[in-house]
Each structure stands twice: as structure tokens, then as C-alpha cells.
T-cell receptor
Framework: AQSVSQHNHHVILSEAASLELGCNYSYGGTVNLFWYVQYPGQHLQLLLKYFSGDPLVKGIKGFEAEFIKSKFSFNLRKPSVQWSDTAEYFC??????????????FGKGTHLIIQP | NAGVMQNPRHLVRRRGQEARLRCSPMKGHSHVYWYRQLPEEGLKFMVYLQKENIIDESGMPKERFSAEFPKEGPSILRIQQVVRGDSAAYFCASSPADEQYFGPGTRLTVT
């Protein structure tokens, strides 16, 4: 079964610091990769996605992620965080196993706190 | 274009009662997914439906849980004879194809 690991459960940074959140998945076949964000009191929103092509994908609000197939990784980055980036971040994978797409498999999430 | 709608947002049930959670997908979306989020856990896939069909229910508990997505109306996640362990946030997502859009969730509390 597919699994997704997010290595940092809680991250605290100061404004303007650089951010990298790790994500590794287990499935060796074709995958689509996503990062979702959940701001306090709000529902999940898509930050960015990778389906194919350029492994460096750019998302909303200055976020980007790099797909490294050999490492089964899809780390999320942002050069300079803002206080408004305080949220829960979820990495998710959808795998294709011949019969079509399955549901998303999520990591446990990373709670990011940005201190002013 | 309205997003994915879920109601109720909060639901309190006593042990043994039934819980019905509703999800209205975005207009034009024919795929619906249900997920459950337990405290300190990520979202866990439960079931994937298309109109009138269950495509994948590999994440659904074998007993007491059922889901439907009728030809008309919202998708329903039904939990019979709820127990305290069913307390969680239940999220619905809809999709036109590969990208899933999430609703605000229903927070179920079983007392």
C-alpha cells in the first residue's frame, strides 16, 4: 500500500526565513503529487501539484516543490516565509495501479508556525 | 462557481445514533471522495464514488459505514450506531478528473 511520510510534524520559523518541508512516498509506479495547505479554521486548499514534465513546480503564494523520482521525494520550499504562512501543510500522492486512480494518500501533516 | 459544500459543519450524536453527512460537489464534477481526519493524523481515504457507483471503498470500515452518490442530490456518508471512535472530521472532495477540491468538512462528535 502507498504511504506518505512527512518528516517534520512541527516547524517554527521567523519571518523571512527559508522553508523546506520534506515529503517521501513509497509507491514506485506512476504517481501524481500534491501539496495542500489548511489555514486555521479553513478547509484544504491546493498549493501545487506535479503530474509530469518539469520536476520543479511552482504553486501559489511563492511556494515551489521539486519532484526527485530517485529519492521518492517531493519537498516543499519557500525562500522567505511570512506570518500569514502559518498553517498545516499536507503532502499527498495519488497512484495509478492499472485500474485507474485511487484516492489520495496523505501524510500526517506539518504544523508550521511563523513568528513575527 | 460555488465550491464543494458539506453539511452540517458540526454534528453531535449520542452513541448508538445514526450520523448522515452530506456533500454537494462542485458543478460539473462527477467524482466524489470521502476522507476522515482523526486528531493528530492526516486525512485517510475512505471511499471514491461516481454517480450511482462506488468505485473504490477500500478505506471504509467494513461495518456501520456506507456511502452513496445518487443520480440526483448530494453524496451521503452514513454512519450507523455511532461510537466514540467515530468522532473525527470528515472531508469530502470532488474532482472533474485528477485534481481534488475539498469541502470545509463536517466535524462529528459522539458523546
Amino acid at each position: 500500500a502507498q504511504s506518505v511520510s512527512q518528516h517534520n510534524h512541527h516547524v517554527i520559523l521567523s519571518e523571512a526565513a527559508s522553508l523546506e518541508l520534506g515529503c517521501n512516498y513509497s509507491y514506485g509506479g506512476t504517481v501524481n503529487l500534491f501539496w495542500y495547505v489548511q489555514y486555521p479554521g479553513q478547509h484544504l486548499q491546493l498549493l501545487l501539484k506535479y503530474f509530469s514534465g518539469d520536476p520543479l513546480v511552482k504553486g501559489i503564494k511563492g511556494f515551489e516543490a521539486e519532484f526527485i523520482k530517485s529519492k521518492f521525494s517531493f519537498n516543499l520550499r519557500k525562500p522567505s516565509v511570512q506570518w500569514s504562512d502559518t498553517a498545516e501543510y499536507f503532502c499527498a500522492v495519488i497512484s495509478y495501479s492499472g485500474g485507474g486512480a485511487d484516492g489520495l494518500t496523505f501524510g500526517k501533516g506539518t504544523h508550521l508556525i511563523i513568528q513575527p | 462557481n460555488a465550491g464543494v459544500m458539506q453539511n452540517p459543519r458540526h454534528l453531535v450524536r449520542r452513541r448508538g445514533q445514526e450520523a448522515r453527512l452530506r456533500c454537494s460537489p462542485m458543478k460539473g464534477h462527477s467524482h466524489v471522495y470521502w476522507y476522515r481526519q482523526l486528531p493528530e493524523e492526516g486525512l485517510k481515504f475512505m471511499v471514491y464514488l461516481q454517480k450511482e457507483n462506488i468505485i473504490d471503498e477500500s478505506g471504509m470500515p467494513k461495518e456501520r459505514f456506507s456511502a452513496e452518490f445518487p443520480k440526483e442530490g448530494p453524496s451521503i456518508l452514513r454512519i450507523q450506531q455511532v461510537v466514540r471512535g467515530d468522532s473525527a472530521a470528515y472531508f469530502c472532495a470532488s474532482s472533474p478528473a485528477d485534481e481534488q477540491y475539498f469541502g470545509p468538512g463536517t466535524r462529528l462528535t459522539v458523546t
